[in-house]
């Protein structure tokens, strides 16, 4: 019976460590209603007609307001005894949740909304990237995978609340064309 036990508990162990394959991959295959998501293209800025939100009641020196983001799906399969690990990620802005104040709608000012945009773009692509390297096994997939989002949207975060804060909403133009040519540089930099 102690053998038995021993072998079992090994089994269990070897299980719970063995690395499992990682597959990911882009979607637009979401939850969220296509009226209302605009995923990340490279080649598909952003239009003033796709800021479709309720002003609120006070905006402050506010101009405009982006709300985008990433997200994934995760699902884990077994085939003969082999884990496999599929994530799909998304970028996505929020037509419904995103406006701009009447008069305000330049071309000056979308181009600091679209970079809002870029930037989870950037980290999407950073969670990616983790998620390449990353050593997932059966044992620690989901407390890896939402560890490394978590990482990942606070480094999103931190970049919006610099880029915002550098420029003052956009208000500082030497700071905007520093912001500009770094996340034109870093979207390059992605897509070659």
Request: aromatic fraction near 14%; proline fraction near 2%.
């Amino acid at each position: 019976m102690k053998l038995f036990l021993l072998f079992f508990s090994f089994f269990i162990i070897q299980n719970s460590i063995a690395q499992i394959t990682t597959n990911v991959s882009w979607t637009e295959k979401t939850d969220m209603p296509a009226s209302d998501v605009i995923y990340y293209k490279a080649n598909k800025k952003l239009q003033w007609d796709h800021f479709l939100g309720a002003i609120p009641a006070n905006p402050g020196i506010v101009a405009a307001l982006t709300v985008s983001g990433f997200g994934y799906g995760a699902s884990l399969k077994t085939i003969n005894g082999k884990g496999e690990l599929n994530i799909t990620v998304y970028c996505y802005f929020s037509k419904n949740r995103s406006w701009v104040k009447p008069g305000k709608n330049t071309a000056y000012i979308l181009n600091h909304e679209q970079h809002h945009f870029d930037v989870s773009y950037i980290a999407a692509e950073l969670f990616i990237d983790k998620l390449q390297s990353a050593k997932f096994t059966n044992g620690n997939y989901n407390e890896l995978l939402a560890r490394i989002y978590k990482e990942c949207c606070d480094s999103m975060n931190k970049m919006q609340n610099e880029y915002d804060g550098q420029t003052n909403n956009g208000q500082v133009k030497a700071e905007q064309s520093r912001w500009d040519a770094l996340i034109d540089s870093r979207i390059s930099a992605i897509l070659r």
